[in-house]
């Protein structure tokens, strides 16, 4: 079974500009999580979608964005970037229903903002 | 105060010991606990899931957890140089949001 993949996996963009990640889950699962990951902060909630709506979501200013499509492939975006979204984020998935809660990761996007 | 605490280390020891990594945390709601890996440049693995008090054991790694202390511990037998890695407690009330401990770098010397 394939596992969760992102792309881009390296991304530079400056300071103002706008980015748009992608993940794909684990075949069958339908929750996607996201995650920020910095040397400071560690990793971060950012938001859950489980079909196609947005069910968690962490302390992240409006600037932060995801959506979920009917297949459940997953885009994050992040408007108007700030030198502290540089950060490794991190996409997980988790069949979302029951009582079962582990999530696996793919291996990150790792944007740089200058 | 974190929700989760987890001591960053960095923790060396010599392969073939018996590592102990913690975490404590202070949200009695928390039901589900898990330990991820993590290698440089790569996303967290999921290693051990549990849920209640008690011990779940999966080859050399065994998962702890003590509720009335609110305390969490993974054991690591017989390690070896492929374990060196960051390790992270996580743990949720349920649902996917999930609070993280900042992760221990652990380092084993061959």
């Known amino acids: 079974k394939a596992g969760v993949t992102q792309t881009p996996r390296y991304l530079i963009k400056t300071r103002g500009q706008q980015v748009t990640l992608s993940c794909s889950p684990i075949s069958g699962h339908r929750s996607v999580s996201w995650y920020q990951q910095t040397p400071g902060q560690g990793l971060q909630f950012l938001f859950e979608y489980f079909s196609e709506t947005q069910r968690n979501k962490g302390n992240f200013p409006g600037r932060f964005s995801g959506r979920q499509f009917s297949n459940s492939r997953s885009e994050m975006n992040v408007s108007t970037l700030e030198l502290g979204d540089s950060a490794l984020y991190l996409c997980a998935s988790g069949s979302g229903v029951g009582l079962s809660y582990e999530q696996y990761f793919g291996p990150g996007t790792r944007l740089t903002v200058t | 105060q974190k929700e989760v605490e987890q001591d960053p280390g960095p923790l060396s020891v010599p392969e073939g010991a018996i590592v102990s990594l913690n975490c404590t945390y202070s949200n009695s709601a928390f039901q589900y606990f898990m330990w991820y890996r993590q290698y440089s440049r790569k996303g967290p693995e999921l290693l051990m899931y549990?849920?209640?008090?008690g011990n779940k054991e999966d080859g050399r790694f065994t998962a702890q957890v003590d509720k009335s202390s609110k305390y969490i511990s993974l054991f690591i037998r017989d390690s070896q140089p492929s374990d060196s890695a960051t390790y992270l407690c996580?743990?949720?009330?349920?649902?996917?949001?999930?609070?993280f401990g900042a992760g221990t770098r652990l380092f084993v010397k061959a």
């Open positions: 996580a743990m949720t009330a349920g649902g996917f949001k999930t609070i």
């Open positions: 549990t849920y209640s008090s």
